[in-house]
């Protein structure tokens, strides 16, 4: 089992999706341990850092990446197993952004009113007992929230020679901001360019359904991954395992087109895998369905259709990649290389 | 503890929110064991019921009541406490309807395309196991789902001198489709016309998030209730209470409307009722939350803002009605009147 | 020719479409001379008069009628033809309300932030040289307008038993907000009850594309109709009809599905009268509309399919009834009752 | 007068906005006469060629161009003036083409109907008396519709290091599809990247409102533009001035977010250039817009604010840029250089 290790300097992000030069090879089989910074560069980390001091557009949600797969090719499939996702600071941040968030006006939802105040949380986090601690700013109140660490932000350069800023969710994944994109979860993204060139970040440390406020409790986190390619199949929209469910990610606006996306490819992807005819697979989603709003808040809404494996007829999904790339996570963490 | 038993004749269903006149009337703390039809009034029973052979619209999503409830003014809120919600057949049905669900082009969606086929699907439902079984039309295979039964619709007479049709959600709750109007909830809504003149029906023995295709597993249902009125206190759109978790049903399009609704409502309850300024609620909803789509399908889409007791203040909601409703719901299921 | 004139006392409006008595019943042919007060009912007359001090929810819009049209029965369409609309007053009003219009949060597009001003602009109506005369609040600009008076309002009692709000378009017409509806239009309605039960109301002197604050120049008006009624034609949205052009009215949500509502009717519409297959009208509708947004900010949202008649075949719309209507028209005119 | 000739070869069309090294340099105030192909890059002539059998995504929608503008930095804004658009065959065509098109489904209103067919309409156009000739496909009606040639995609290199499919319209301008693009109006982009790196095609012989079937009347054009440069002015939208009015398109899902877009910006352009208050222009666009749907069918939806100069204040917009332009045209023109 070959192991790379990724530590990016202040300078080694990618601000894209496509359009960067791969940083890293890799092959289907290895493991990355890697690191990624939060989504302002850790640039904020006090309540007088606000976002409109401390961080210049486009420089936002840094990712780490992109990463070379051989043997990706147009048409193939890039499967990327989460093995571990672990906050790597004891604190993270959470903020309001001028024009940005699901319950305020914001550059596409335009509108004359004044807008909200700017303000920056600080959550204590601790990995050990697994909490996330909001401390309010306006009183003394506390409470201690899940530790559910994941990235919002996960995908491959786009088709069409696009290149799409790293706050953009779509086909080719980017940022959804799904707590699904969590450890032990399988992401599928078909690839679009030789290499696929993959890239990841944004971490969470948790997250409300739909980010409504559109900033998450943001952290730094230390991530272990390994990849296969699936040749000569190609994913339209995103796709993601976990041992319990499937799920397909759809980014679009307004929000129901999101859903029709999932859906409707979630429909095709059970009707093709099962052999239930489209419309018993229509039924079937329909009445199983376990789906969860991903954002309302980036430049496209991302939902996710979900359902869990249980509850569809027992076949090996995308050939038994999730399977096998579990076994290699077992492998890994069995070898001790991480604690 | 006063009990009413409403089982209504084939005639005596409504068929729209506002506009009928009381049916029954009862008082807080009455107890109602009601029974309701399934929505398509138990016209559709085997494969060869199409919905457009059995269905003449409007006749379709019969409602048990209205309900004239005691003491309930305008600017009050009726509290609707449901103490159990049974399937009271041991079959229901799904379909597919021309022009209406997620994933086609409807009367509002307008295409141009072909519609999709009429079919129907029949479950067989154990009460006793918990089971609804799907069995596909083109092929053998057969899946049992869990039986997780609710009312996909219960409303008050509108506002504004409005009469809605029971196809419609909206503030008044209406079709709002959302599971979490299931046995142990308190639904909230604000009382627009004397006595409130509330009504259920629509019962469903599973759904997926979302009802993408339209119609859920449909089931008539032995529904047991008690209610209580807020004097004084007007919810602007409906709330739900469980044991654990407080929520707001926004129901409009598109989609990411009905998100706006039910969101910025919670944040302005939750700061209301434990006295978080309003961006702090703002910021603690956005981390907190564990909205669900409820559907994509009606007149208007509906979004449930959902927060769990535990990752707010821990204040007592709504003046504690929930926790007397459950009280007499104990007192009423201890007495035995209902195996 | 039989000329009714209807001037409403300030107790003798509609609030709703469907849900009220009729007040008038005419029969096709008769002329209706009528006065409709404009949607603050007279109430907002200068810049003191702010919505929020003067108007109580929901008394907003009446609606003069409703009218009992003789012969008119479910499945008929209802042609209203105006043959004159007026300003009766030499002033007219706007105003910013709080929570309502395109550019802000509302109750339905629902947003922390703060409102914006509530302001009242008061405009001098020139009848005889035609100008509307706009007056800025913050400095000493004046600008005058076109004078091109219409009906906001206009529709029958809806379908499914429902009451609307004189605020709302949908498919029985009602609060469009359509320039369109001006003299020399016909409106084409579906009949959904006994008599059809029409009314109007809601006088603009000018509006923009869009109604972008939410209030157009908002004035009292003379209005003079005739009406026919089509035995067993049903439109399912409304249609409009100038010697120019026909015309179809989609009011929904997301705007994009008003769009689609409009011009799926109008390429059937167009299929239906000419001959064109749906595809050759899809084609020529797709090159010749001249369509327009109505408004973007009521209950549900308008925009109108609009297509020159010279540019489709020679045909015969609605079967002559403009054209006949036209000649009640000219009757009238010629007869001199009104200068 | 410094003319440049560009005759673009086959393989000389740039396929996305952004990502391409510039073909021509042009300072300001040099004329261009250009050409640019059809969205179908030609291919597509009579009624077998079929868009599926033709075109291989994503070579659709070639672009002619990018030209680098000597001077114009990020910050600027580049104003592109349409001497002339003129059709440069004697035939264009339109299609349908499977999942596209505002009444079907799409790739991003997704949805399990079986598509509508694809069809090919070959268009005569007559540029000496205006004509663009309508034949239908299924029985033999022709009508001909007027000339009115525009080009559908006009737009700069995006921000954030983003590149953009030539399908795409945004901020950067892109496929808009709007009429506006048309002789004698001045488009102004917002300059992201030095030399600003504009292209245009997409010639559309005509068009209606909202592009229904998701193609145009699409030709070939022969076009002459000129340019200049607006240092230390930032455009954020697409901003179109013609002798008679001013515009500013917004280009995003759903459709009432381009509205919001457009007219928010307007709201402002109006405000900081004519002194009015932010209320006043608000109130003042709000009954004087003559706004227009441009496209419902493109990645995203453009709507374009537009209001008549002549009812806003007299004053010079963007620095009087418009009438100098006017002036080079007139300059161009009169030297005979084209007939």
């Given at each position: 089992m070959k192991v790379h290790t990724v530590l990016p300097g202040p300078d080694e992000y990618a601000w894209t999706f496509g359009g960067e030069e791969a940083r890293v090879t890799i092959a289907p089989g290895d493991v990355v341990e890697l690191f990624t910074e939060d989504c302002f560069a850790g640039r904020i980390q006090g309540l007088d850092d606000l976002p409109s001091r401390r961080i210049t557009y486009p420089y936002i949600n840094p990712q780490t990446g992109p990463f070379h797969v051989e043997g990706a090719e147009p048409g193939d499939t890039l499967a990327v197993h989460l093995i571990d996702v672990r906050p790597a600071r004891n604190w993270a941040v959470s903020t309001t952004v001028e024009l940005f968030g699901a319950l305020t006006g914001t550059r596409y939802t335009a509108?004359?009113?004044?807008?909200?105040?700017?303000?920056?949380?600080?959550?204590?986090?601790?990995?050990?007992?697994?909490?996330?601690?909001?401390?309010?700013?306006?009183?003394?109140?506390?409470?201690?929230?899940?530790?559910?660490?994941?990235?919002?932000?996960?995908?491959?350069?786009?088709?069409?020679f696009e290149v799409r800023n790293v706050l953009v969710p779509e086909a080719f994944g980017g940022n959804m901001d799904s707590p699904e994109v969590c450890p032990g979860a399988t992401v599928y993204l078909g690839v679009n360019v030789p290499g696929a060139l993959f890239s990841l970040g944004d971490g969470h440390c948790t997250m409300?359904?739909?980010?409504?406020?559109?900033?998450?409790?943001?952290?730094?986190?230390?991530?272990?991954?390994?990849?296969?390619?699936?040749?000569?199949?190609?994913?339209?929209?995103?796709?993601?395992?976990?041992?319990?469910?499937?799920?397909?990610?759809?980014?679009?606006?307004?929000?129901?087109?999101?859903?029709?996306?999932?859906?409707?490819?979630?429909?095709?992807?059970?009707?093709?895998?099962?052999?239930?005819?489209?419309?018993?697979?229509?039924?079937?989603?329909?009445?199983?369905?376990?789906?969860?709003?991903?954002?309302?808040?980036?430049?496209?809404?991302?939902?996710?259709?979900?359902?869990?494996?249980?509850l569809l007829p027992e076949v090996e999904w995308m050939g038994g990649t999730h399977a096998r790339l579990r076994q290699v996570a077992a492998a890994y963490t069995s070898r001790g290389a991480r604690a």
């Amino acid at each position: 089992m070959k192991v790379h290790t990724v530590l990016p300097g202040p300078d080694e992000y990618a601000w894209t999706f496509g359009g960067e030069e791969a940083r890293v090879t890799i092959a289907p089989g290895d493991v990355v341990e890697l690191f990624t910074e939060d989504c302002f560069a850790g640039r904020i980390q006090g309540l007088d850092d606000l976002p409109s001091r401390r961080i210049t557009y486009p420089y936002i949600n840094p990712q780490t990446g992109p990463f070379h797969v051989e043997g990706a090719e147009p048409g193939d499939t890039l499967a990327v197993h989460l093995i571990d996702v672990r906050p790597a600071r004891n604190w993270a941040v959470s903020t309001t952004v001028e024009l940005f968030g699901a319950l305020t006006g914001t550059r596409y939802t335009a509108s004359l009113q004044p807008p909200l105040p700017e303000r920056v949380w600080r959550y204590d986090i601790d990995v050990v007992s697994g909490g996330v601690e909001f401390a309010a700013l306006d009183s003394d109140h506390r409470v201690r929230l899940p530790l559910e660490p994941f990235h919002g932000t996960i995908g491959v350069a786009p088709a069409a020679f696009e290149v799409r800023n790293v706050l953009v969710p779509e086909a080719f994944g980017g940022n959804m901001d799904s707590p699904e994109v969590c450890p032990g979860a399988t992401v599928y993204l078909g690839v679009n360019v030789p290499g696929a060139l993959f890239s990841l970040g944004d971490g969470h440390c948790t997250m409300g359904e739909g980010e409504a406020c559109g900033v998450a409790v943001e952290g730094a986190m230390d991530t272990v991954l390994t990849v296969e390619v699936l040749k000569g199949t190609f994913c339209e929209w995103p796709r993601i395992e976990s041992d319990e469910a499937v799920m397909v990610a759809g980014s679009y606006r307004p929000l129901e087109d999101a859903f029709r996306i999932a859906h409707v490819e979630m429909v095709h992807w059970v009707s093709e895998t099962t052999g239930l005819s489209v419309m018993d697979a229509y039924q079937l989603v329909s009445q199983a369905a376990r789906s969860r709003i991903a954002n309302v808040c980036d430049a496209n809404y991302t939902v996710l259709a979900k359902v869990p494996k249980t509850l569809l007829p027992e076949v090996e999904w995308m050939g038994g990649t999730h399977a096998r790339l579990r076994q290699v996570a077992a492998a890994y963490t069995s070898r001790g290389a991480r604690a």
